[in-house]
């Protein structure tokens, strides 16, 4: 017998499925058979279709939860930067980023991913470099060199040295050239199997103490990351795939950290018992670079106890010590994923004499995530008057200074978007005063 409970009940139910619905989830969201899938990719390729493409790959791997749907997002990619090329994938990832808060977060780790699979023995370096863009800190541009240099198991002072001077044929400018010789540093370390003393000589090879910095930073970066305890790092297994002719990419789970199946890092790469390590045992010509990535590991350490890292950074020598606070400040952007508010509440810990470097960490990172000075402008609005808020202005500046090298006309009228007691600061970190206001520069310490 149907009583009206259970009529009401079918009818819901069918409506339910009308609308495409059911149990509370949308069936149009639901994952494709594998066939049906790839019809529909293969379809959007074509089409150059990135915003199916985007909506593809989420719906294929939403129902994964952490390390395997990071799997089946890297594996999706991969393909498509196989197929579709780079610039298709990275217009892709964008629209997966829109979708996926925790891929916006992870973004630089798929674009890395992506120009890894784009540049493959036999094609042009300067093609495949310039056809990536700086989206998610121009991780493309740094995957593309080291596919290449960990590509046929040599490397030599003249393949290093010029390297970046070919690609700047097909990408001049002084932003392609840091992401450049920045990729070269991960690059080295991973071809010397993560021997940092090794890859930071390496980077030596260069002639300007510029290009060195660039890679000593990316050799820094490739260490922390790689040897994270909480990181999954697929860059390694995608190479060694490579290398051994897979024609698809593989399911990588266990392949976390560094392990490329060479045999262990002939250097430890994190000291349980130095929190300040490896820049504790670092030459002084490397001190520099490796603050500025110190961040990380402190808070790995720390179990992202930012006052406990802070207090970490005090350790440091003196006149490093307000570069492993801008450290703390890149991650403090990356960790909450451009939270204004929550970016504020973790740089404002420490010593005050160093937290503008914190403050100035995010506002670059939100620069150099985006590309958006605008983005960087709105986070400094934010921060309370005082030191803080003027150095996150001159980091505005500075930024600008990054992205409009050649045009003072976009760089004043940047900075003239910025509060009016803030317009100063963004110019004279944007080169476009011939003096320092009063007060400037805030120097590291200083009370």
Same mark, same amino acid.
């Given at each position: 017998? &149907? ?9 819901? &139910? ?32 074509? /089409?150059?279709?990135? +915003? ?25 990619? %991969? ?19 829109? %979708?996926?808060? !925790? ?31 700086? %989206? ?7 995957? +593309? ?15 290093? !040295? ?5 690609? #700047? ?6 932003? #392609? ?15 010397? =199997? ?28 490739? =260490?922390?990351? @790689? ?7 697929? @860059?390694?297994?995608?190479? /060694? =795939?490579?290398?051994?002719?897979? #024609? *698809? ?12 199946? @060479? ?33 990380? &590991? ?8 930012? +006052?406990? /890292? ?5 350790? /440091?020598? @003196? ?8 450290? %703390? ?32 960490? !995010? ?5 150099? +995530?985006?590309?958006?000075? *605008?983005?960087? &402008? ?42 009016? =007691? ?26």
């Amino acid at each position: 017998m &149907i009583t009206l409970r259970s009529a009401a009940t079918v009818i819901g &139910i069918s409506v339910a499925v009308t609308l495409g619905w059911i149990f509370g989830r949308p069936l149009l969201d639901r994952p494709l058979a594998a066939q049906e899938a790839e019809a529909r990719i293969a379809a959007a390729t074509q /089409a150059g279709d990135s +915003v199916a493409l985007g909506r593809l790959a989420h719906r294929q791997c939403q129902d994964r939860q952490g390390t395997d749907r990071q799997q089946c997002y890297e594996q999706y990619f %991969l393909a498509l930067a196989g197929t579709g090329g780079v610039r298709l994938s990275l217009a892709s990832l964008s629209v997966l980023a829109d %979708l996926d808060r !925790v891929v916006r977060a992870e973004g630089h780790v798929y674009t890395h991913i992506i120009g890894i699979r784009a540049w493959q023995p036999g094609l042009d370096i300067g093609t495949v470099f310039a056809a990536c863009t700086g %989206l998610f800190q121009s991780g493309c541009y740094h995957g +593309v060199i080291q596919s290449y240099l960990t590509s046929d198991g040599g490397l030599d002072s003249t393949k290093v !040295v010029w390297l970046c001077d070919i690609v #700047a044929r097909q990408t001049p400018g002084y932003l #392609a050239r840091f992401q450049c010789v920045h990729g070269m540093g991960h690059g080295l370390e991973m071809a010397l =199997n993560w021997d940092l003393p090794r890859a930071l000589s390496s980077c030596d090879w260069l002639p300007s103490l510029w290009d060195r910095e660039a890679c000593y930073g990316g050799a820094f970066m490739e =260490n922390a990351v @790689a040897s994270s305890p909480r990181a999954h790092h697929p @860059a390694a297994q995608i190479i /060694a =795939n490579r290398d051994a002719g897979s #024609a *698809e990419p593989e399911d990588q789970t266990g392949h976390d950290g560094h392990d490329v199946g @060479a045999g262990p890092p002939p250097f430890k790469m994190r000291d349980s018992a130095d929190a300040l390590y490896p820049c504790s045992i670092m030459a002084e010509q490397y001190l520099q670079s490796c603050f500025q990535l110190q961040g990380g &590991i402190l808070l790995d350490r720390t179990g992202q106890d930012w +006052v406990a /890292a802070a207090a970490e950074c005090d350790k /440091a020598p @003196a006149h490093v010590r307000h570069l492993c606070y801008l450290s %703390l400040g890149t991650n403090a952007s990356g960790f909450t994923v451009q939270d204004t508010k929550r970016a504020i509440r973790y740089c404002s810990v420490g010593d005050p004499g160093y937290q503008p470097w914190c403050f100035l960490g !995010v506002a670059k990172n939100y620069v150099d +995530v985006t590309g958006r000075a *605008e983005d960087g &402008i709105e986070f400094c609005r934010e921060i309370p008057e005082g030191r803080n808020r003027r150095q996150c202005w001159v980091a505005i500046g500075e930024e600008l200074l990054v992205l409009y090298t050649g045009d003072s006309e976009a760089r004043e009228r940047f900075c003239r978007t910025a509060p009016e =007691n803030g317009r100063e600061d963004c110019r004279y970190g944007a080169g476009l005063l011939a003096a320092a206001p009063e007060g400037l520069p805030i120097l590291p310490g200083a009370p």
